[in-house]
């Protein structure tokens, strides 16, 4: 949090996490709790080192912590999430677009299960990034925009 400016932004400075941790799932509140709308701290920092500006929709969000927040690419719908393991993608959702998609996916290791990954370690029992996931999440997007995605 302390590397992108994007992911202290929060007027509470406060955050919530999934499950009451704080980790990869995380909420950065505007007050107190989670109502009204919030930004996933990871998720914006990815859009704004991207670069990429309103080819995605702007990321605010609103509901409990454990729902999912997707960056969702406004042309084709495709998504992006953080996730423990990594960044996890949702395809696009017209037919012509799968084939790129699928390729840009092969040529950056995506898994099976539609997760880009991110190298980590186990310190103290715990897996934490040995890769910057918003460095990883950030480029991966431009790839996708650049594509025509």
């Known amino acids: 949090f302390v590397k992108y400016p994007a992911m202290r932004e929060g007027e509470s400075g406060r955050y919530a996490g999934w499950d009451g941790k704080l980790g990869y799932l995380v909420c950065m509140l505007r ?6 709308y919030y930004r996933d701290p990871y ?7 991207s670069d990429v500006g309103d080819a995605v929709g702007d990321p605010w969000f609103t509901g409990y912590e454990d ?8 042309q084709s719908g495709t998504g992006l999430r953080s996730v423990d393991g990594g960044i996890a993608l949702r395809a696009p959702k017209a037919d012509s677009a799968k084939d790129i998609f699928s390729k840009i996916c092969n040529a950056h290791g995506v898994t099976a299960d539609m997760l880009l990954p991110v190298q980590q370690a186990e310190i103290e029992g715990v897996l934490v990034d040995k890769q910057d996931r918003v460095v990883l999440g ?8 650049k594509e025509g995605l």
């Open 31 to 36: 007050g107190e709790r989670v109502s009204g």
């Open 43 to 49: 998720l914006l920092a990815i859009h704004r080192l």
């Open 67 to 74: 729902n999912p927040r997707w960056l969702e690419l406004k």
């Open 138 to 145: 950030a480029e991966f997007l431009k790839k996708l925009i």
